[in-house]
């Protein structure tokens, strides 16, 4: 299997990499840092049947739309590019909200221009969303980062419903936290965290499944739902508390 993992020079990316290096699949592995990418690339080379790396910033986007369409088919991508400038409840540059979006969002469309043509010649592959628990509930501190995730969800969704007859499979994975770079830059308790190896092994098994949704950890995501589930009145009570507390 023919494999395209954006952001894999670290934390998600990087270890779904290790979980995906083995003799039957030729791995593409796509960041900005070449140094790490190539660490990445002689640590996995003895296992897979390949290893190409890709080294383009996704908010470049004729650039990395250039590089994508020199790979021609690919047999699954996985959309795990991602950041976020941790938590505030400060007045968000524009400059950061739009790198935000283009990140998080906007490239996943870029790399998907050139790759769609292809699964649906092929009527097969798989397009798997990573976006996150973040997008099901918007806290104050986080407002930025969580409506593109949500917006990925609908992207996702749409295309789901697009596309399901074709042969294309779309999986859109939602984790809580887990240990990364971008985790990193939080300072406060972070609930039911998981390593980088035990996140990206529940999104190995869950592409495997082909789920059309999944959500991780599984209490996690039912406090989100039960928060979602309540009155207005109370949510925004329970909001508002936490909020006081991170100001």
Known sequence: MKILITGASSGIGEELARQYA???NELILLARREDRLQNLQQELLPHAKSVTIVVADVTKFDALQ?????????????????????????????????????VNVLSNHAILEILLPHFLAK?????????SLASLISMPTSKVYSSSKRALNAYAEGLRYNYKSEGIKV???LPGFIK????DKNSFHMPFLLSTKEGAQRIVKAIEKEKRLYAFPLRFYLIILFLNALPQFLRDKIVFRIKRKAS
């Open 66 to 102: 250039e590089k994508i369409r020199t790979l021609g088919h690919v047999d699954m991508v996985i959309l795990n590019a991602g950041i976020s400038i941790g938590h505030s409840l400060k007045i968000t540059p524009f400059s950061d909200f739009k790198n935000i979006y283009d």
């Open 171 to 173: 999986i859109n994975i």
């Open 123 to 131: 009527k097969s592959g798989k397009i798997v969303f990573i976006s």
């Open 180 to 183: 990364s770079e971008l985790t």
């Open 22 to 24: 083995n003799k039957d």
